[in-house]
């Protein structure tokens, strides 16, 4: 499971703020977890987190003392853009980029939590289909949701999905979905607790693509 468990997020302090250099270091090794289904047409999921990622760490690094936590960052940007804010910059970047982790949460939950299809029970379509219209489908318009049927399509067999996962190990599924729970732990907490600051600060857009 070292696609997941060797980049743990950390846990949060009792006020829930993300510290922001333990969460781009965490963050920035999940794009290869695309590599795990198998195909390219995921790539597109990759590379806009890897995007957002980027785009995020190039404003951290102007200034790590000043961005200890995201919502430090998010605050600072209400402040500088004013009219613009939220549509711009990091604030922006990580409302995507929330918005992708929040698909890799459900996808892995909806896996750990035994969710099948009766007809076809090697199949993780199901599970991909359930993360894509809960995290991201609303924030699409008709082209991307198109694109993105295609990429539920391609959604690999449960048995390929579960080797990818575990680096080609050949691991019993029960094994690889303990550690699925023990990632989700801090990986949920952080992605609640991102979704959270959005809507205390009225940061969140509900626009589509």
Known sequence: ????????????????????????????????????????????????????????????????????????????????YGAEWPKVGATLALMWLKRGLRFIQILLQSLADGERDENKPNSIQINVTKAYENALKRYHGWMVQKIFQTVLLAAPYRTNFIKALSKGEEVKEEDCLANVRQFLVNFTATVDAIYEMYTNLNAELDYTV
């Open 1 to 80: 499971m070292s696609v997941l468990l060797d980049n743990q997020f950390k846990e949060l302090p009792p006020d829930k703020s993300v510290d922001t250099k333990s969460f781009l270091d965490a963050v920035s090794h999940l794009p290869p977890f695309f590599d795990c289904f198998g195909s390219a047409v995921f790539s597109v999921i990759k590379s806009d987190i890897s995007g957002n990622i980027t785009k995020i760490r190039k404003v951290y690094d102007k200034d790590p003392a000043k961005y200890v936590t995201l919502q430090d960052i998010v605050e600072d940007e209400r402040e500088t």
